[in-house]
């Protein structure tokens, strides 16, 4: 049987730590914030919108909810990203995608200051994680050193995406090594495949990338040391494209008409064979918003140590 990676846990780890960052800002009298704004009626947005808000309540950072009809305007949503970027309550915005079909999401998530994008997911964000100025938060020692010493605290103006983010982490939480793995990523999406790429890259994997026309992909999964799939194709991953000792991510999420959630691994097939796999529910999912919580703070430290460098 392989071993579980647990996203629960290590999310509560990762929100331990919020908890006490939220603390110590408020004790110096600031407040930390977390606007999440949803438009139409995405079942999937709507529970993730939920479950943000709870994750928010149990570490003592304020959310401010935004919601709108299907029927939103382009410049609505514009309008309040506006005010939510001068706003100094506000240290993370999270516009949740998918937006209504009419709406131009990558103006939408463009529109976030770079400093506010807590999700990583626009164009400055992605820039700096491809061109590597900010991969330096993938070394967690590396980091704390450095705002230790007040090295990168003032450079930290953009974030790295949550999801892959906490790829990495739940990785290194069970002591899995990259360096020089093969590593092969299903999805070139914006949100998951490409920076989780970058991240791997970053921790000096060797990567391949696959999507809906990559040609025999079973030939491509079964070289894989480790396995992040993100497609939410229940079963796309069977025990016989993959290869013994593997380690398997499994990201994808997919809702059934009876309610339960399953991801893109077939688990029966692969559980002689894998040597780690993230269970879906309570695996990246957590994870995914604990880092969402984890950069919002990170937001607000940086924005009160600029503002105010002998508080800190
Ligand atoms: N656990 C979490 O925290 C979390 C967070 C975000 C997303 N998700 C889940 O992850 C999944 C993907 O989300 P997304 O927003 O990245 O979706 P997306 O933009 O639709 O991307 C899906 C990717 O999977 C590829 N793909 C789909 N079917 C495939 C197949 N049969 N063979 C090979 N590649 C295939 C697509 O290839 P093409 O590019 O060629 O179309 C695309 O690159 C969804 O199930 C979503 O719910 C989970």
Redesign the pocket.
Known sequence: MPEIMDGKRLAEEIKAEVRKDVGMLNERGFDVGLAVVLAGDNL?SEQYFLAILRACKTVGITAYKYKFPDTVTINELLNIIHSLNADERINGILVL?PLPQRINARRVINSIAPEKDVDGLGAISVGRLAAEESTFQLFKDEYIEAVEECKFMPTLSSFIP??PF?VIRLLEYYDIGLKGKHAVV????????KPLSHMLLAKEATVTV?????KN?SAVTRQADILCT????QG?IKGDVIKAGVIIVD????VLGDGRIV??VDFDSIKDKASFITP?PG???P???AMLLENTVKSAKRSKFLKSPLMM
């Open positions: 999937a995608l949550c999801t906490g299903i999805s070139k999406s914006l949100a998951v495949g696959c999507h809906r026309e990559t992909l993100a497609t939410g194709q796309l990201i994808g999420i997919k991801g893109d879906v695996g990246v999912g994870v995914t918003i």
